[in-house]
């Protein structure tokens, strides 16, 4: 439908391998046991969200109904997770839960945030052979100013030999609205910028996978400005380009990942390097790819603004059972062998 797509290959994809990534904001995924060293007191049995065992296995069990669910007959070889509190979690979800048959391994950052949140990196090593993983603290815009995620940085070879560095990041929320936090994501945003530069300065045809939550909308400053993410929607884009895969789709009706008073934001996305966009590579994206996972089990009735909403967890301090607040997003690309 795009001229950016006129150059895919024709080759049928039952002839190579479809990776498919996964990037979810799973709303709170807290244990029941208290970090001294974090305010994670709210997620605790005797906390404001009365944060029980119960609560916490059912919260890993829906999970793994939607990374099924998204998988079809088999789940995604890619997932970042947003709002982990630590590596024990995604113990207790690959190890544990149902989803431990999918025999996933995992990455998780360990994050100066002030309430011990994290994200993770969860991958299937017969898609995926670990090589590296790094982690980038973002540095304050202020003098003693609330310290934020760490960018989580892995690379790996998939089945094509070819190496896939992928980033999850979080990037700082609007909780003091957005022109107030608003220097805390361009902090975040400069420093997931100093370290793609920095790899396509090595590899010019870098393969780059940027995912998370980005508390800001493809168009706003941290992500378009500073970032440089464009449109994949265009002639001429270089292979060092990096490109946002949702912006062309931004400000389609009830089209979002999250909520906010009857308002769709569209903050958790997909931006890659332009070389996925090339048919030269033997790793590229499919066509109509991403989209916004979100079937009936994941939606519920929007009583105050009309339409539906996300079925998440918790509202304030009472307990839904539901899934999260956002909606997954989901990405395939085509390995060839």
Same mark, same amino acid.
């Given at each position: 439908?795009?001229?950016? %797509?006129?150059?895919?290959?024709?080759?049928?994809?039952?002839a190579?391998?479809?990776?498919?990534?996964?990037?979810y904001n799973?709303?709170?995924?807290?244990?029941?046991?208290?970090?001294?060293?974090?305010?994670?007191?709210?997620?605790?049995?005797?906390?404001? *969200?009365?944060?029980?065992?119960?609560?916490?296995?059912?919260?890993?069990?829906?999970?793994?109904?939607?990374?099924?669910?998204?998988?079809? *007959?088999?789940?995604?070889?890619?997932?970042?997770?947003?709002?982990?509190?630590?590596?024990?979690?995604?113990?207790?979800?690959?190890?544990?839960?149902?989803?431990?048959?999918?025999?996933?391994?995992y990455?998780?950052?360990?994050?100066?945030?002030?309430?011990?949140?994290?994200?993770?990196?969860?991958?299937?090593?017969?898609?995926?052979?670990?090589?590296?993983?790094?982690?980038? @603290?973002?540095?304050?815009?202020?003098?003693?100013?609330?310290?934020?995620?760490?960018?989580? #940085?892995?690379?790996?070879?998939?089945?094509?030999?070819?190496?896939?560095?992928?980033?999850?990041? #979080? %990037?700082?929320?609007?909780?003091?609205?957005?022109?107030?936090?608003?220097?805390?994501?361009?902090? @975040?945003?400069?420093?997931?910028?100093?370290?793609?530069?920095?790899?396509?300065?090595?590899?010019?045809?870098?393969?780059?996978?940027? *995912?998370?939550?980005f508390?800001?909308?493809?168009?706003?400053?941290s992500?378009?400005?500073?970032?440089?993410?464009?449109? *994949?929607?265009?002639?001429n884009?270089?292979?060092?380009?990096?490109?946002?895969?949702?912006?062309?789709?931004?400000?389609?009706?009830?089209?979002?990942?999250?909520k906010?008073?009857?308002?769709?934001d569209?903050?958790?996305?997909?931006?890659?390097s332009?070389?996925?966009?090339?048919?030269?590579?033997?790793?590229?994206?499919?066509?109509?790819s991403?989209?916004? %996972?979100?079937?009936?089990?994941l939606?519920?009735?929007?009583?105050?603004?009309?339409? %539906?909403?996300?079925?998440?967890?918790?509202?304030?301090?009472?307990?839904?059972?539901?899934?999260?607040?956002?909606?997954?997003?989901?990405?395939?690309?085509?390995?060839?062998?």
């Amino acid at each position: 439908m795009f001229l950016i %797509f006129s150059t895919f290959p024709c080759a049928s994809i039952d002839a190579q391998d479809r990776l498919r990534v996964v990037s979810y904001n799973v709303e709170n995924l807290f244990d029941t046991k208290d970090n001294p060293e974090k305010d994670d007191d709210e997620f605790l049995p005797k906390g404001m *969200m009365k944060w029980n065992d119960y609560k916490y296995w059912t919260k890993l069990r829906n999970i793994t109904r939607v990374l099924t669910a998204i998988g079809e *007959m088999e789940s995604p070889a890619l997932v970042g997770l947003v709002e982990v509190e630590n590596d024990s979690v995604l113990y207790d979800l690959t190890k544990r839960s149902p989803l431990r048959g999918q025999k996933y391994e995992y990455v998780c950052t360990n994050s100066p945030d002030v309430r011990g949140v994290n994200v993770g990196f969860l991958y299937q090593r017969d898609k995926f052979k670990l090589l590296a993983k790094n982690e980038y @603290a973002v540095v304050s815009p202020e003098k003693n100013g609330r310290p934020t995620r760490n960018i989580l #940085h892995v690379s790996g070879r998939v089945i094509s030999g070819d190496t896939l560095d992928v980033f999850v990041c #979080h %990037f700082p929320s609007r909780r003091d609205g957005q022109m107030a936090s608003e220097p805390y994501r361009l902090a @975040a945003a400069r420093t997931l910028k100093t370290k793609t530069d920095s790899l396509l300065a090595i590899r010019s045809s870098a393969n780059i996978l940027i *995912m998370g939550d980005f508390n800001d909308q493809p168009t706003d400053k941290s992500l378009s400005g500073v970032l440089g993410a464009t449109s *994949m929607i265009g002639e001429n884009i270089s292979k060092r380009q990096l490109v946002n895969t949702f912006f062309h789709r931004l400000g389609e009706n009830d089209f979002g990942t999250y909520k906010f008073q009857g308002e769709w934001d569209l903050i958790d996305q997909f931006i890659i390097s332009g070389n996925l966009l090339s048919d030269s590579p033997s790793i590229s994206l499919v066509k109509d790819s991403p989209r916004i %996972f979100d079937p009936g089990f994941l939606r519920e009735k929007d009583t105050t603004y009309g339409g %539906f909403k996300p079925f998440r967890t918790n509202s304030g301090p009472n307990y839904l059972g539901g899934f999260s607040d956002h909606f997954p997003i989901v990405l395939d690309l085509i390995v060839k062998e």
